[in-house]
């Protein structure tokens, strides 16, 4: 069976080590976090939110999520919010985190590697989490290409999505047509 690499830095890279200690594993309190604004998925899916409910009503959350605290009192979530959300939603008051220290530019990265590995993020979240950090970061095509493991073709042709008109990125979001044909 043929294992894909895992892509770019990976997450053991972004979280800053292969294995972290339970000791580094805190319980935040799920009202003291907020929502990535950089967060490329743009939507969630109802049905398998409420999968992940009743999973963590059963077995609890089994991987925890990646914040970054905020000057505030407040952490920025940065991996997991799907987890964050189907907590909140399953009446946790507290989930298991882990707290780094994160630039906006971390931040943006972080979350924009781990959507992609898991590879069901609609390709237009894909283009505009590209075409935000490439604007804010004034990263090139190419090194974005390095820090995401795509080729920099590959790059230019998931920016070029956004181009398209309404009706047919209407039809890539629904799963109508492929990102090929788009």
Known sequence: MNKKPPMGRGLAALMGEENIPSAEVQEIDVNSIVPNPYQPRKSFDDEKLKELVSSIKNQGILQPIL???DGDG???LIIGERRWRAAKLAGLEKVPAIVKSMSKKEIMESALIENIQREDLNPLDVAEAYKS????FKYTQEEL???VSKSRSA???TI???KLPD???DALRKGI???GHG
């Open 67 to 69: 914040l970054s605290k």
């Open 74 to 76: 407040r952490y920025t």
């Open 133 to 136: 950090l490439i604007e804010e």
């Open 145 to 147: 290409s390095a820090i």
């Open 155 to 157: 790059i230019a042709n």
């Open 160 to 162: 070029r999505l956004l």
């Open 167 to 169: 009706y047919a990125k």
């Open 177 to 179: 047509i492929t990102e």
